[in-house]
């Protein structure tokens, strides 16, 4: 094994919420040093998202904020002392990358801007982050995932046709936006690597999340379509749905694509006769009598085990799986074997949970370096042994109010 693979890379990380810090999360995972600043009056939103370690909350108990963290660094600062700006810049002149995830303008309105960091880091890289971009007529535009994956359509497509458009599950751009953010950071420090050059990384969470609707947006471009809310029904397949099990709240997803799956479907509910019924002989007649179609695949899951419904369909060659719930995700045998979830130990609560990085590379491994860093805990690491700062020094900072 090799070091680390980003043992050398070194990010000054001025993220919140989820779609920045995920990003320098992975960087973390892979060797970066990832100094998070954070503020001790301006919360970060991930500390008060439900669920947490104990009620009422308090700012270290949120366990999203662990997941978000986990292996970095922090420095609690004060950006609006004097004292405290200087010790971010210096920050700056210590880093690689710098990473923020505020609103379009906001960096640029402290003095911290892309032109303004260079100053006194020429080779530096920015990744600037934010909801629909740093320019164009909705870059003043806040909000949370929430609201980008209303603005960039999927909201109208999640649902039912009958009902109020639905939307995907919580802030839908969050979790897609940091892996095109990390991927960025990474031709940019190859960039650099080649070349000696920085440069500064615009990208909208809305525009990174939209190339997911890459089919919908090529049928309306191509044959005029407009993709509607349809449920858990497509554009192919059939039956396509999420259907009851035996149990309290169990369900089972099952998609079939052919003719070929079908059969095999109706052998495995015992009713091979069902593939030869002129209602679902082919996908369009399967398609036209999809409730009739539904209520006979309901009525077999309807009376079974999931997972042994699962295991059984998937025997018989027909695509299925449990819907899996938290409990099932961490018993999962599969998920198990690959340790995605780690318990990492915390001064406070014991233990507690994150996931694993999602890749594994055999030269040089991640390795989640420990859990997220409590407010101040690193104050005088990073000050003392990143920046070299003496105790006199510290001692000043302390009394100007800069570390809070």
């Known amino acids: 094994m090799s070091e680390a693979a980003l043992a050398d890379v070194k990010v000054l990380d001025l993220m919140w919420a989820i779609a920045g810090p995920a990003a320098t999360r992975m960087l973390a995972d892979y060797g970066a040093t990832v100094v998070r600043v954070e503020s001790t009056t301006r919360t970060d939103i991930c500390r008060t998202v439900a669920p947490f370690h104990e009620l009422p909350p308090e700012s270290e108990s949120a366990v999203l904020f662990h997941e978000m963290n986990a292996g970095k660094r922090m420095i609690t600062l004060d950006l609006g002392t004097p004292a405290g700006r200087e010790v971010a810049l210096d920050l700056v002149r210590w880093a690689d990358v710098v990473t923020e995830a505020y609103s379009a303008g906001t960096m640029h309105a402290l003095g911290f801007g892309y032109e303004a960091l260079r100053a006194v880091n020429p080779s530096i890289i920015m990744l600037s982050t934010c909801l ?23 909201g109208a497509l999640c649902g039912w046709p009958d009902r109020a458009p639905a939307g995907p599950f919580g802030a839908y ?11 960025a950071i990474l031709a940019a420090l190859d960039h650099r690597r080649r ?23 090529l ?16 554009h192919d397949a059939a039956p396509h749905g999420v259907y009851p099990a035996a149990g309290d709240d169990r369900w089972i997803a099952i998609a079939v694509r052919d003719d070929a799956e079908f059969a095999a479907l109706a052998a495995a509910l015992g009713d091979p006769t069902l593939a030869r019924d002129p209602r679902f002989a ?12 539904d209520a006979v695949v309901a009525a077999w899951t309807a009376a079974r085990d999931p997972h042994a419904a699962e295991t059984a369909l998937q025997a018989a060659g027909v695509p299925a799986a ?3 719930g938290s409990a099932d995700l961490c018993a999962d ?3 198990v074997h690959r340790q995605h979830v780690r318990q990492l130990t915390h001064p406070t609560y014991g233990t507690t949970p994150v996931e694993n990085a999602r890749s594994r590379l055999s030269r040089t491994p991640a390795m989640v370096a420990g859990a997220a860093p409590t407010l101040g805990r690193d104050n005088h690491e990073v000050l003392e042994t990143i920046l070299g700062y003496d105790a006199d020094r510290i001692a ?5 109010g800069a570390l809070g």
């Open 333 to 335: 045998p599969q998920l």
């Open 282 to 293: 082919t996908i369009e007649a399967r398609r036209a009598n999809l409730d009739a179609l």
């Open 195 to 217: 070349t000696g050059e920085g440069q500064h990384i615009d990208l909208a969470q809305a525009e990174a999340a939209i190339h997911f609707l890459g089919p919908a947006m």
């Open 322 to 324: 449990v819907v899996a």
């Open 219 to 234: 049928d309306y471009t191509v044959n005029g379509r407009v993709w509607t809310a349809a449920g858990n029904a497509d």
């Open 396 to 400: 000043d900072l302390v009394v100007a």
């Open 132 to 154: 629909m971009g740093q320019t164009g007529p909705l870059a003043a535009y806040a909000g949370f995932g929430n609201l980008a994956h209303s603005i960039t359509g999927f």
């Open 173 to 183: 751009t969050d979790y897609i936006a940091p892996r095109f953010s990390a991927i």
